[in-house]
């Protein structure tokens, strides 16, 4: 038994949403009581999609525990495959299901569907979302592919060479709630395109199983997210001799490397390099002398392990951080990530408790966090500068704006939010350094309300005696606050309380009220709603 | 008997389980903390649901289960035990402990009542263990209000003194001014339940008269009737009507002079309808489709329609309790569709059929909805918002008007075309 208090994955089911709802034409049913529903909001609401997750749940109660269940399954699956036509159907349970065991998958499997349906067994008391959805990916290619494996694993990725076309590859990986994955496709369909490289198939997100029949007919499969789709390139290298590229494009260096792998698996001429800097401009923005006071910052980073080993090696290797601490959430990366942290003369740290990283996090005194929402919590308690570079995610980590991480402008957009929060944080530290000149005192006035800033130039002669009989006079005629009516204004949240207190104010002295108690403040909000 | 058509559907659920209802009580009894034995299905539903809230070191928890647990239940009570005292060494200043059943703990029969009897006799009084089910086969979304109250009843010291009890949580500037109202009508002795300290419970006894400010506390009801209390037929203080008739229920159960109840509240209501005026002129003539979640529905459909003068097409209600909605049930329009349970593919197809102006929703329907074209209030919103009283009758119909008002000034046509 764990005690958590907040979680970085969900359980293994959603992953499996995760899959499904990047997809076309797949359905998922689920097994699962009322209540597991919530997971719609996950798509909705952080991901603010337009569509239900294309999910059925069959929202069991205790009432039905008593009677036949595997009916009430049943049920669910025939009119979910009647009225959303699925071209495949995911069929599993959720952690509560899982104890029941009514096999939804066989049942499913029994039903004399003519479609692809697969059975997804998905320990929940054991496993969690990244590997759900891992595995969910892994099972529905192998499902739709296993009829298709051929006799010969000779498949020679330089195929494109004798038939007259460019290379093309799968950029397999990308899904629904990973991190910035709509924008990393786009990047990096581009920088392909700019090489010369085609893309085949990319899934599961926005790919149908009609696409991921056509996975074959690719040179190489990209692996993006290995949390995601390295157990399907595995399986796709072990059954159609397919080789996979290792290196995940985030960061100046990391997407040049990237490129020389693919170049090299492609059996491509070598990858000519373009001058430095000529393609991202963190290169030079680094080297530039505004940058020197990133010099040696300390920088703590934890993250899903593909985010975290990316943002070691550009902290360290392209804007000249100290890693102070480095550490993933997910288990199956924790001997990449142990090994990385190696390489910095550092121990990872493999944990699920945030409290356990927030610990860590403090005990290394850096100047800034990278890390997930969790960690971003945990910065604000300790007053750290912070920038969100993996899952777990808020709504405002799936920006409007164009904002890749990988390739060459996913180093852009790097670049400018890692370093915005320091100079925020910078900006605080000057405030306090300052904090005691006069201009910082309390009550001291704005350049803009100065006498001699430009406003009160042009205002100064002709209003300033009429203000100030003005505020006399109003002084005397000011309602005065009864210890009733105080007390219902401290109520107001403190953001609203000032403009409040103010038409409170206004109220009282256009009906000549001269005590300003609870009644008149409700009076005054029915006024001005009115 | 109402007008209202009472109608029964069944299949998949779009509703949250009982275990969402930790996201407020936690914050109104900042002393307790609600310990959920279950899956980390239920961890992610909670801080899900809690969203941004996630600020501060919660006083909420799941204790996990694993495997092992999963294999012999003796292990899992040695685990909850140690969970437990883990968490007291670290917040020695819970005084109350609730355990928190949920969907894997009922299946697989984790009897948390023994265990809350075995942890109260090792912690002798330090803290108090309580457990209650939020489980999502038992209960939807509030219902887990109405487990929690009900599992702090029979810890109400017994009073025969003579007061008005009010039940269900409320935000606190809310009840305050409630409270208020009620000693200027001459009510001396009022208490609430929940408290705002877990250990400052009020009392009760036949001198009890309840007052539930929320429709959905059937079992904590009739615990309370079984300890004595008088449980005051009304329809909820939704509205400004609404709060008069649940005002007036209490003042004719503690025999209040009518001329004081009018001259009391007949200002207030003047001023209210007054500030209900703009939103009137704004939902009037529109029609509103609520789709079941918090069991606020049928209040709310009777505020909206009587007072805001809203066309209601349909009201879902994950469960009916006739005796608590009676009396709202009865302010309804003739023939309104009232349809408990729920088949969500069905009744979004009946949604896009009538095209509402308006639907009160979940919030993982919310999005889809608004992307066909319909505009959507979240259901949740109400339960965090200060919507009670007479009072709070503006600020109610305002977060109804407030996605009307939102359509007109964001002009869609001209936006599609850019």
């Known amino acids: 038994m764990e005690l958590t208090l907040w979680t970085y994955e969900g359980p293994p089911h959603i992953g499996a949403m995760r899959i499904a709802s990047s997809m076309e034409g797949v359905h998922y049913v ?58 495949a159907l995911l069929v599993g349970e959720s952690c509560t299901a899982e104890l029941i065991q009514d096999q939804p998958g066989s049942l499913a499997l029994g039903m004399g569907f003519n479609l692809p349906i697969v059975s997804l067994e998905l320990p929940a008391y054991s496993k969690k979302e990244n590997w759900g959805a891992s595995e969910t990916f892994y099972q529905l ?64 997100l926005g790919s149908s199983p009609a696409d991921l029949i056509r996975l074959p007919k690719a040179d190489i499969n990209v692996c993006l997210y290995p949390e995601i789709s390295e157990s399907t390139c595995l399986w796709l290298e072990r059954n159609f001799g397919m080789p996979f590229s290792k290196t995940i494009p985030i960061g100046v260096g990391a997407t040049h490397d990237f490129l020389n792998e693919l170049h090299q698996l492609l059996g491509m001429p070598s990858y000519q390099p373009k001058e430095l800097g000529t393609q991202s401009r963190l290169t030079w923005y680094s080297q530039s002398v505004d940058s020197n006071y990133l010099t040696g910052k300390r920088v703590f980073i934890f993250g899903d392990g593909t985010h975290a080993i990316a943002a070691a090696r550009i902290a360290k290797e392209e804007l000249g951080f100290e890693v102070v601490g480095l550490g993933t959430y997910s288990r199956e990366m924790a001997r990449k990530v142990r090994g990385f942290a190696k390489e910095l003369g550092l121990e990872a740290l493999i944990s699920n408790d945030y409290l356990e990283v927030e610990e860590a996090m403090a005990k290394s005194s850096p100047e800034l966090v990278l890390g997930t929402q969790m960690e971003r919590h945990s910065a604000k308690r300790l007053g750290i500068p912070c920038a969100v570079i993996s899952t777990p995610m808020h709504v405002q980590d799936v920006p409007a704006r164009y904002s890749p991480q990988m390739g060459w402008e996913g180093a852009n957009v790097i670049f400018d939010s890692w370093v915005h929060p320091l100079m925020m944080g ?72 000032g403009k409040i207190r103010n038409k409170t104010e206004k109220y009282a002295r256009q009906i000549g009220c001269r005590k300003i108690d609870s009644e008149t403040l409700y009076d005054a909000k029915a006024h001005f709603k009115a | 008997m109402g007008g209202a058509t009472l109608l029964k559907e069944t299949g998949p659920r779009e509703v949250f389980c009982g275990l969402t209802s930790i996201v407020w009580l936690h914050r109104r009894m900042p002393d307790a903390f609600f310990l959920v034995v279950g899956s980390r299905t239920c961890a992610h539903l909670i801080q899900s649901a809690a969203g941004v809230m996630i600020f501060a070191e919660p006083r909420f928890g799941t204790a996990i289960l694993e495997e092992r647990d999963l294999a012999g239940l003796a292990d899992a009570h040695q685990e909850l035990d140690r969970v437990v005292n883990d968490l007291l060494n670290r917040r020695p200043e819970i005084r109350t402990l609730f355990l928190v059943g949920s969907c894997p703990s009922e299946v697989i029969k984790i009897d948390l009542a023994r265990v809350a009897e075995r942890l109260n006799g090792f912690y002798q009084g330090r803290v108090t263990v309580l457990n209650y089910s939020g489980s999502g ?34 935000a606190n500037p809310v009840e305050d001014r409630l409270i208020n109202i009620f000693k200027r009508l001459g009510i001396k002795k009022i208490a609430s339940l929940p408290p705002r300290e877990s250990i400052d419970l009020p009392s009760i006894g036949p001198g009890t008269k309840v007052l539930l400010t929320q429709p959905y506390l059937t079992d904590t009801a009739r615990v309370l009737k079984d300890r004595g209390a008088e449980i005051i037929k009304a329809p909820f203080p939704l509205g400004a009507e609404g709060s008069r008739l649940w005002m007036e229920a209490a003042a004719k159960a503690f025999r209040i002079e009518e001329a004081l109840v009018k001259s009391t509240l007949e200002p207030l209501l003047t001023r209210a309808r007054k500030a209900l005026e703009p939103y009137r002129e704004k939902l009037s003539g529109k029609r509103l489709f609520l789709l079941p979640e918090s069991q606020l529905e049928i209040p709310l459909a009777r ?26 049930l009865d302010l309804l329009p003739d023939e309104t569709l009232v349809i408990e349970g729920q088949h969500v593919e069905k009744q979004l197809d009946r949604v896009r059929a009538s095209q509402p102006d308006l639907v009160v929703c979940g919030m993982g329907l919310a999005n889809p909805l608004e992307a066909e074209g319909i505009s959507t209030k979240w259901s949740i919103e109400l339960v965090f918002s200060p919507i009670h009283g007479i009072d709070q009758a503006s600020d109610l119909a305002e977060l109804f008007s407030r996605p009307l008002h939102r359509r007109d000034l964001i002009n869609h046509k001209s936006l599609a075309q850019v």
């Open chain 1, 30 to 87: 689920l097994h699962a009581p009322q209540g597991d529903t919530y997971a719609d909001l996950l798509f909705t609401m952080i991901e603010r999609r337009g569509r239900r997750p294309p999910v059925t749940y069959t929202t069991f109660q205790a009432r039905d525990l008593g009677g036949d269940t595997a009916e009430l399954v049943k049920g669910h699956i025939r009119e979910a495959v009647e009225r959303f036509q699925p071209e």
């Open chain 1, 141 to 204: 290619v192998r499902g739709l592919l296993k009829d298709e494996i051929p006799e010969d694993k000779n498949h020679n990725p330089q195929n494109w060479k004798g038939q007259g076309r460019r290379p093309r590859v799968n950029l397999l990986g990308p899904s629904l709630l990973g991190f910035r994955c709509r924008d990393d496709v786009l990047e990096v369909q581009k920088l392909l395109g700019e090489n010369g490289i085609d893309v085949n198939v990319i899934a599961p």
């Open chain 1, 426 to 497: 910078l900006e605080e530290h000057l405030i306090g350094m300052f904090r005691h000149d006069f201009e910082f005192v309390d009550g001291h006035q704005s350049h803009l309300g100065h006498l001699g800033g430009h406003q009160s130039e042009t205002n100064k002669t002709t209003e300033e005696p009429s203000s100030n009989t003005a505020k006399t006079a109003v002084s005397e005629l000011d309602p005065i606050w009864t210890p009733d009516g105080k007390e219902e204004l401290s109520k107001i949240p403190f953001f609203v309380r």
């Open chain 2, 137 to 170: 086969i038992e209960t939807t979304f509030t219902q887990g209000e109405d487990g929690a109250l009900k599992a702090l009843v029979p810890l109400m010291p017994e009073s025969q003194e003579e007061q008005l009890l009010l039940v269900g949580t409320l």
């Open chain 2, 303 to 328: 505020f909206l329609h009587n007072e805001c003068g809203m066309k209601i097409i349909e009201v879902g209600v994950p469960y009916l309790n006739r005796e608590l909605m009676q009396p709202d």
